[in-house]
């Protein structure tokens, strides 16, 4: 499990996170809404250590990061992280090299299904494309936990459709995801645990299930209610 | 250990490309250098010897012989060696920022990878120091071909054949060879040093962002007033007090602190502070 307890960050004097709490489990899509600029990338960030928190603790399983943690948590940011000169056999192999946990068939798999060849290098790909070879490179590896920082933004329908796709599939199954995202309504129906957050806080979090079983609503609804209240 | 060598292997591959141009370019200035400075003496000899009719010896009286000491002084072969030094300078600098900026942020990779944080830093900066005996070992290979060449081109009368081992005594050269082992530690040990001091000033940098630039350039005032520190005291407070030796094993003793504080200050920053 992936546990955010009061966590606090400031850039500058302004407050980003402003206490943040929430947690995030193994086998469920965890997805974190909120407008831009409220923080949604700096929590990510800081479950990765990229970006010291002033205050508070994420665990992840129970343990803080260190090196070890990235054979079983990756996190697949908005921008390629594979040089731009590389041909994607490139970044697999770049990918062996330092990761135990990397899964070459896995990788293969999801070539196959983006329909990419190994032999294209990265900076001659389409923004729809690249978005896809850093969600492989992040699906490719057999982690415990996936964060997804904006996968649907700025790339065409027919892309988002084939992303939207891999949430379905075996490839996500078993593995604790969060994934930040404004594009609700291409994976409403996917979701597990919504956690809605506005300047630094979290506002309400929910389970989708319970939501629509007990109260009808869909996860725009309760967003509506939450945000203009 | 196997990740941080690939690592070193990885960060060695991505200037490769830069690092053949640079072999190039020094190679052939330095070769053509040697033709075109050792015809114009020996262009300068015939003439004034055969049709003016000057005799060989006031010729070398008035010239002097030639040597490699007349090559080295020529921009035909600093120019190459200022180039490669220049462009190690600044990539020193731009092996850390082209990581974080422009549209494929690799920082995101290399702070992800399930290694010590210290090994990015440490394999950048062996990478530095690689590159930089890579262009020494060049040099070194260059230095009889070029040599070789002297000697055919210009005939032995007016020649002052050197050694290698005079060659690379010649002042311009004598920071790239040292010739004792006390001097590869202050030259070396110096710039290396310097090297880490600059990656830990970009860490604070990278770190604090504008905080960060008056951070960093207070602790490398710090490190520099540290290092100094034993020839400042002994020139300025103690009035040349100390034998030179003693001041060398003090200068050794605080470029060892300044380097171990740079890789220590560099890990905390990476490990802690760093923000992508």
Request: charged share 20%; net charge neutral; proline share 3%.
């Amino acid at each position: 499990m992936i546990e955010v307890k009061e966590v606090t960050k400031k850039f500058g004097r302004k407050n980003v996170l402003n206490g943040v709490s929430f947690t995030a489990e193994k086998g469920k899509i965890t997805c974190l809404i909120g407008i831009n600029g409220v923080g949604k990338t700096t929590i990510m960030k800081a479950i990765m250590a990229l970006t010291p928190i002033d205050g508070g603790e994420i665990l992840i399983n129970g343990e803080k990061i260190h090196k070890g943690s990235y054979e079983k948590i990756t996190f697949i940011p908005d921008t390629i992280t594979m040089l731009p000169q590389m041909k994607i056999s490139d970044a697999f192999t770049f990918m062996a090299d330092f990761y135990d946990c990397w899964n070459q068939e896995r990788a293969s798999e999801l070539l196959q299904f983006f329909k990419l060849k190994e032999s294209d290098r990265i900076s001659e790909l389409s923004k729809g494309n690249t978005a896809k070879v850093n969600l492989l490179l992040g699906l490719a590896m057999d982690v415990d936990y996936v964060l997804m920082d904006e996968p649907f933004s700025g790339i065409d329908i027919f892309s988002r459709e084939q992303i939207a796709e891999v949430f379905t599939s075996h490839l996500i199954e078993n593995r604790g995801v969060i994934i930040t995202t404004h594009e609700i309504n291409d994976i409403e129906h996917l979701i597990d645990k919504v956690v809605l957050i506005d300047h630094g806080v979290v506002l309400k979090e929910f389970d989708t299930e319970e939501v629509r079983e007990s109260e009808g609503k869909s996860v725009i609804d309760v967003m509506r209610e939450v945000y203009k209240a | 250990m196997s990740r941080y060598l690939k690592l070193v292997n990885f960060e060695f591959n991505r200037f490769w490309k830069l690092f053949l141009v640079l072999i190039g370019i020094t190679i052939l200035s330095q070769l053509i250098g040697v033709i075109v400075v050792s015809r114009d003496y020996v262009n300068q000899a015939n003439k004034m010897i055969y049709e003016a009719s000057m005799p060989m010896s006031k010729f070398i009286e008035q010239n002097g012989t030639f040597s490699f000491h007349n090559i080295s002084q020529t921009l035909w072969f600093l120019g190459p060696i200022g180039l490669c030094l220049a462009v190690l300078i600044i990539y020193v600098f731009f092996i850390w920022y082209r990581d974080w900026l422009g549209k494929n942020t690799f920082i995101y990779r290399l702070l992800m990878l399930p290694i010590a944080r210290l090994h990015v830093y440490l394999a950048k900066a062996t990478t530095i120091l690689l590159l930089m005996l890579g262009i020494v070992a060049l040099q070194l290979l260059l230095l009889p071909i070029e040599n070789q060449m002297l000697l055919r081109i210009v005939p032995n009368e007016l020649l002052a054949n050197l050694s290698l081992n005079e060659i690379i005594k010649e002042p311009n050269l004598m920071i790239m060879f040292p010739t004792t082992f006390s001097e590869f530690l202050l030259y070396y040990g110096g710039g290396m040093a310097a090297v880490l001091i600059v990656f830990t000033a970009i860490l604070f940098e990278r770190s604090f962002r504008i905080k960060g630039v008056f951070y960093g350039i207070l602790y490398s005032a710090a490190s520099i007033l540290i290092f100094l520190a034993p020839i400042l005291v002994n020139e300025f407070i103690l009035r040349n007090y100390f034998y030179p030796l003693e001041l060398f094993f003090m200068e050794l003793a605080t470029g060892f602190i300044v380097l171990m504080g740079a890789v220590w200050t560099g890990n905390f920053l990476i490990t802690k502070k760093v923000r992508v």
